[in-house]
Structures are given as structure tokens and as C-alpha cells.
């Protein structure tokens, strides 16, 4: 029977026991070889050591020092951005942890920034959930608590509440992050899956496909080499821009999981619309293109971690297409498609060769053809 | 993208297109019935749904998808024993990606992965006898399928294991062979077909005198067909041609890839390691003669089937399900009485909806878009 050890949230622990001031053996004179032990989650010196020499340090913030058993966090301050508070939670469970263009840390706040962002929500706190599998190197660890640190200054949140766990080797794949979110949704927006209108533009902001085919190869099982990085950007400061030229945006999503064919099929649905979307204008770059007809994959279906997609009336699409590409996160915005009365609750592609197909739900993942 | 973007030119598609519409008019039987063009190999219904092909053709062509999926026509008897090896302790099978989603009549091996067993996923059967080489302590298995195309890759893995005295590594052999089946469909009474696509992949290892008692015997056209967009249209228009010329010939469409002999070393490869079984059961299909080849006898070390036991019971199809008649194209995938309701890629009780390469999974992913809605005022002859 695996043994999964239930150890108490970083405050219970440590605010009883103030830190040591005695030379500390978790940060001594080298972290290279050290590594987790189950006495890291066993609610002990070893856990208040990680809590309080990396975790609390590093996160760096007013409300997490106070290491109570919750994040207290006034009502006023969040009221000044908007009306209505917006709460989300995602699991990282990324393997290889480290990929080109980021890693599981950056992943698990830029996932959930942008889970929130796409309602319209200003994030702000974050909290975060470590499952760790005896053994992992502390070293490691620390780099990857501070890329979150790194992605959460970037994206102006705040990691204000956390839990450690650590398990027997084998009964987790390395390390496993929860992020948990909490937002505030601007006065006045309405995003929903629902609302896309017939006539309706498609927009998204950039290149798909591009984390799928760099997680994919950074696994090193597949013999190619391509340079692509993973595209996990925070997208909130995008939406907010969004929102100032347009404020009446009828859906809007973040294309992670199962791809942007994925969102399409969630509006089209949600909102009993057909989309119509046109290969030739699909942003997809060439190295991600090749490794998809190498390895039989189809670029629709591939994860992003950085990607929107938007669904606005169309009289106001090219004025918001522009001042997308005037944004960092938004500078190879595309209009990809749009919104068609039937067949209802279906997207299809035009295809650049000129026929059309239907663009469906993947019924699992995409598994790469015999022959 | 270089080589690629150029067999996917619309410009030169739409030569092509009004290029058939003019020959569809002078081929004999138009308008009295569809002209039937068979697609022999699963890559092409792949293409033909990705693309929309289908749609962008005249009304009065109509494509029927044959059998050349190996995923698709593998028995759900052979399925259940491939779990049953996969499920021994001491083994790691090893597969092509989309044969794992393929049920027997218990479970698939994305299944039996869940429930514990070893299954991993490789790109060629080289990655496998890798896992072999770093895995002594384990028996690795690899789930041989395909037609002629992959059958040579295998051979030259057992010919290497061979080679290195590798102890640990096996094929369970469900390789199959193109031409008897084809001319059991030929010889099926409820069949009318006009001309082929011959499969490309498959021609590059055979080459193209295998195919010439279709011309001859049985008068009907065939082309070796290529899988790009422009390499089906194409080859669709040589067929028309030779129909409207009332000629009967093999024609290579795919000649940067096939050969007129086929490859050599690949054949020679083929013949070392393998030999043809009595019979070989098709999902779908049935029994046919000469359609399967298993592990010579000098080489059992590395067959499966001699190394382990296997259960090999015989499991019937699924009463309702047509398979069979759409694979010899006798009705639609859409015509079938369990299409898209008792059988979806979610729950596919035949074999065809199965992998993206079977009709049904292509029809109901990519093809069943009312007429209307896509092109209002469709262009007809």
C-alpha cells in the first residue's frame, strides 16, 4: 500500500517555532546534493526549514510571513478593482519539469493568472500546493520556487498561503504544484462561452501549438531536434488592454489543454453557433508545422500556455486586432475565423487546399498514426 | 514548408478539379449512377477527410474506403491476446500509438495500461529492441501490425536482435498482406467498383507488378496513389482518365517514392523473417487466405506466439456491427445502423471508428457536414 503522508500547512508549523539561529543544514554551504526526505513533510525541523529558509523568503510578501493558517486579505483593497471576485485552482503535473521556454513553476502561476484573467479578472493571490516525492533535489526545488516567484512578480500577484506534502519515492512523478487563484473581475464585463453571436470574429494572439511540440520533444524520445519553446506567458495584462478598446468581448478563453480546436468546440457549443475557421490564417510556426507532420499530430489539438481565444462582434475586430499587436503577450494577434449559424454547436476549418472538414472534441489524447 | 506546401497548391488543385469535371462527363456510365473510386489504404482517408477532398470532388465521384487500415481490420481476438501478453509481469509491450486505443473484447492496451500493465508507446520497433537492450530483467514484446509497409522495419529488428544474441525481445506478429484482400473484395458478389487508389506506402516496399491481375483480370484501373492532397487528386484524375479512355492499366501517380520494383532489400528482409500463414482473420472481413504472414520457424526465438503462451480464442464481431459491408463498400459509413450512436470514437464497437485512419472514425470526425451548409450551390456536372 503506498503511504501518503499528511503533513500540516506551512503556518501551523512554523509559527510556533521561530526560526533557528543556529547554522542551518538545508542552506548551508551547498544545496547542490541535497535532497527532500519525508522529514520534509513530517511537520518537523526539517519542514520549518524548508518553509522558512525557501518557501516564505522566497514568495516574499507582508501576508504569507504572517504564517497564519490562512491568507487574510482586506476587502477594501480588492474592491478597488472591480465588483465581483473571480476564484480558480489548477494541478501541474508537467513531465519533463524543465522544458525550453520554462518550467513547472512558471506553468503554475502563468496557468492560473491566466484562468482568472480570461473573465476579465485582475489577479491577485495565489496560493500553492507542493506534492513532492521523496528524494527530489532540494537544488532543483529552489530553482523552481523561484521561477514561481519570478512569474508571480510578472504577472503582479502575490503567493499569500501554501501547503507542503511530501511522499514515499514512486508514489509521485517528481514534483506535483496546485495553484489556487483569487481575482477581481472589472465592473461591467461579461465574458462567457456562451455569448458568441452570429457574425462574430475570432481572434487569437498568437502562434499555436508552440508548448505542445516542446514539451513533446523535450522528452527526448522522439529523435528530433526543433528549436521551440514553450510559449507560458501571463496573458491578464493583454486582457485588460483588450478590454479598455473593447469592453463588450462576448467569450474568451485561454487555449491550454486539448488546443485551441478545444475552446472553439466549448464556444460553439456554450453558444449553439457553428465557427468557421481558416487554415491560411492560423499562426503556426513552421518548426511546429514540421515536427506535427513528422510525428502525425495536428497543431489544432496542441497544448499552449500563453494562448487566447476570443470571440468579439466583428465591426470592432480589426481596431481590437491591432492593439493586440501593439501588446507584448499579443504582437502576432490573428482574426482566424468567425461565428456562422450552422451546423450549430460545430467548429469546421476551411482548409487552405480548399475543402472544408469538421474540427472536433479529441476523444482522448492525440495518439501518432502506424504508418 | 518545403516539400510539403508544394503537393497542397489550391491553385493547382483547382486545375486539377475542373480538369476531372471535364473527364467525368465523358466517362460512359455518368448519370446513371456515382462513378465508385476505392481508396485501398487508410493514409489516403486520412488525407481525403483532412483535407475535405471528398467535398471538393463532383458529386458523381464517390470515394469507398477499403481496407487498408491495419489497426482497423486487427480481430478482436488478437486484441484480447495481445492484452493477455502484455498483462505477464515480466513483460513490456510495446506499440505504435494509435494500435493502443484498439479494443479486443474485454479492453484495449490503453486500458490494460491502466490497469498496471507495462505498455509504452514507440515510433519504430528499433526504440523497442532498445528497451530490450537497457531492460535484461524484462521480456519486451513488440506488437507487430501493418502492412507491407512497416513489415519490412520489423524484419530488419528481428534480423539485428538476431544479430546481437538479444534473449529478451519478441513480436507478436499480426502483420498482414495487401493483395489476397483485395482480391477477396474483387471477388465479393455484392461489390461494384469503377478503379482504385492503390496504396503508395506499400507500393514503395512491393512495387507495382503485384497489382497488375486487377488490370487484366478483373479490368478494373488502379493507381498508385501518393498521400498529399494534390497526389489523391491526381491520381483520382488518372483514374477518370483511363475510365473515359476505357483502358485498364497500373499507373504509378507516386513515382518520387515507388519504384517499379519496389524495394529489394526490403523484400529480401520480408522473405528471411516471415512466411505466410494458411489464413488470416480480418475484422470484419473474415477468414482470408494467404493474408497474414507469421515468424519463420528459424527465427522463433523472437516470435511471441512461441515464446509465451496465448490464449487465441476466436471472438466473433459485434452482431450489429456492419464493418465488413463498408469495408467492401457496399454501404456508407453513415449508412451503417449503429453509426455515430451505439458505435463513436468515444465507445467504438467496430473496428473502423477505432484509429483516425478507419471511414467511420474520418466520417464521424471530419465528414458528416449536411451537403447545404457547406457548399450552397455546389458545382455539378
Redesign the interface.
Known amino acids: 500500500m503506498k503511504v501518503r503522508l499528511n503533513n500540516m500547512s506551512h503556518r501551523s508549523l512554523t509559527s510556533s517555532q521561530p526560526a533557528s539561529s543556529r547554522a542551518n543544514p538545508l542552506f548551508g554551504s551547498t544545496i547542490k546534493d541535497q535532497r527532500i526526505t519525508l522529514a520534509h513533510g513530517s511537520g518537523g525541523k526539517a519542514m520549518r526549514d524548508l518553509i522558512q529558509n525557501l518557501l516564505v523568503p522566497t514568495f516574499n510578501n507582508p501576508i504569507l510571513e504572517k504564517l497564519e493558517d490562512q491568507a487574510t486579505i482586506p476587502l477594501k483593497e480588492l474592491l478597488q478593482h472591480g465588483d465581483r471576485l473571480a476564484f480558480t485552482t489548477d494541478s501541474y503535473v508537467v513531465d519533463p519539469l524543465f522544458f525550453p521556454g520554462g518550467n513547472i513553476g512558471e506553468l503554475a502561476v502563468n496557468g492560473t493568472v491566466n484562468d482568472l484573467a480570461v473573465s476579465g479578472t485582475r489577479p491577485l493571490f495565489l496560493s500553492c500546493g507542493l506534492v513532492i516525492e521523496e528524494g527530489f533535489s532540494l537544488e532543483t526545488l529552489t530553482q523552481i520556487v523561484q521561477s514561481m516567484k519570478h512569474a508571480a512578480d510578472g504577472a503582479g500577484v502575490s503567493i499569500v498561503t501554501g501547503d507542503t506534502k511530501v511522499v514515499e519515492k514512486g508514489s509521485a512523478d517528481k514534483l506535483f504544484i496546485n495553484t489556487a487563484g483569487i481575482g477581481v473581475i472589472r465592473e461591467g464585463v461579461s465574458i462567457a462561452a456562451t455569448k458568441a453571436q452570429l457574425g462574430d470574429a475570432i481572434i487569437t494572439n498568437g502562434f499555436i501549438g508552440d508548448h505542445g511540440v516542446a514539451i513533446l520533444l523535450a522528452r527526448n524520445e522522439l529523435a528530433l531536434e526543433a528549436n521551440v519553446q514553450s510559449d507560458t506567458q501571463p496573458v491578464h495584462d493583454l486582457v485588460s488592454h483588450m478590454l479598455d478598446v473593447c469592453s463588450h468581448i462576448h467569450c474568451l478563453r485561454d487555449a491550454t489543454r486539448g488546443g485551441l480546436a478545444t475552446v472553439l468546440n466549448e464556444f460553439a457549443s456554450a453558444s449553439n453557433v457553428s465557427i468557421l475557421i481558416k487554415e491560411p490564417n492560423l499562426p503556426i510556426r513552421e518548426s511546429v508545422r514540421g515536427a506535427c507532420e513528422i510525428l502525425g499530430l495536428d497543431p489544432l489539438y496542441l497544448a499552449n500556455e500563453g494562448k487566447i481565444v476570443v470571440a468579439v462582434p466583428s465591426e470592432n475586430a480589426h481596431e481590437l486586432v491591432d492593439a493586440m499587436r501593439q501588446h507584448p503577450m499579443g504582437k502576432d494577434s490573428a482574426i482566424i475565423g468567425s461565428v456562422k449559424a450552422s451546423p450549430a454547436g460545430t467548429v469546421m476549418l476551411s482548409t487552405t487546399f480548399g475543402g472544408t472538414r469538421i474540427v472536433d472534441t479529441l476523444v482522448g489524447d492525440q495518439l501518432p498514426r502506424i504508418c | ?1 518545403k516539400f ?1 506546401d508544394e503537393f ?1 497548391d ?1 491553385h493547382k ?2 486545375v486539377l ?1 475542373q480538369e476531372i469535371q471535364g473527364l467525368v462527363k465523358r466517362i460512359p456510365i455518368c448519370g446513371e449512377r456515382p462513378i465508385w473510386i476505392m481508396e485501398v489504404c487508410g ?1 489516403h482517408t ?1 488525407t481525403i ?8 470532388l463532383p458529386k458523381e465521384v464517390e470515394f469507398i474506403h477499403g481496407p487498408g487500415c ?2 482497423c481490420v486487427l480481430p478482436r481476438g488478437r486484441v484480447d491476446d495481445c492484452v493477455a501478453l502484455a498483462e505477464r509481469n515480466e513483460v513490456i509491450m510495446t506499440t ?6 484498439v479494443t479486443g473484447s474485454k479492453k484495449s492496451l ?1 486500458q490494460a495500461k491502466a490497469d498496471g500493465a507495462d505498455v509504452r ?1 514507440v ?1 519504430s520497433p528499433l ?1 523497442a529492441l532498445n528497451l530490450a537492450r537497457v531492460n535484461r530483467d524484462k521480456e519486451v514484446v513488440f506488437f507487430g ?2 502492412f507491407e ?2 513489415m519490412p522495419s520489423t524484419a530488419l529488428t528481428i534480423l539485428q536482435a538476431s544479430q546481437e544474441g538479444i534473449k529478451n525481445f519478441s513480436i507478436f506478429c499480426n502483420h498482414i498482406t495487401i493483395i489476397p484482400t483485395i482480391k477477396a473484395i474483387l471477388d465479393s458478389p455484392d461489390l461494384q467498383l469503377d478503379g482504385f487508389l492503390g496504396p503508395g ?1 506499400v507500393s514503395m516496399v512491393i512495387g507495382l507488378e503485384p497489382y497488375t491481375f486487377i488490370a487484366n483480370h478483373y479490368r478494373k484501373p488502379i493507381t498508385i496513389a501518393g498521400f498529399e ?1 494534390l497526389d489523391i487528386l491526381q491520381s483520382v484524375w488518372m483514374v477518370l482518365k483511363q475510365l473515359s479512355e476505357r483502358r485498364c492499366e497500373v499507373e504509378n501517380q507516386y513515382k518520387r517514392i515507388v519504384p517499379p520494383y519496389g524495394n529489394s532489400q526490403a523484400l529480401q528482409a520480408i522473405q528471411e523473417v516471415f512466411e505466410l500463414r494458411e489464413f488470416f482473420e480480418w475484422r470484419g472481413l473474415g477468414s482470408i487466405d494467404h493474408s497474414g504472414v507469421r515468424v519463420r520457424e528459424e527465427f522463433s526465438a523472437f516470435d511471441a506466439e512461441q515464446k509465451f503462451p496465448i490464449p487465441n480464442l476466436k471472438i466473433a464481431d459485434p452482431t450489429s456491427c456492419q464493418c465488413g459491408e463498408v469495408l467492401k463498400g457496399v454501404i456508407k459509413p453513415s449508412q451503417c445502423k449503429v453509426f455515430g450512436t451505439a458505435c463513436t ?2 465507445n467504438p464497437l467496430g473496428a473502423l471508428m477505432v ?3 478507419g471511414a467511420c472514425a474520418a466520417y ?7 451537403e447545404e ?2 457548399y450552397p450551390a455546389k458545382t455539378s456536372v
Open positions: 514548408m510539403v497542397r489550391p488543385a483547382q478539379l493514409g486520412h477527410f483532412r483535407y475535405g477532398i471528398n467535398k471538393m491495419p489497426v505504435f500509438g494509435d494500435a493502443m486505443r490503453l508507446m515510433y526504440d501490425l501493418g509497409t512497416t506506402h492532397p470514437p468515444q484509429s483516425t485512419e464521424y470526425n471530419y465528414g458528416w457536414i449536411p451548409d457547406l
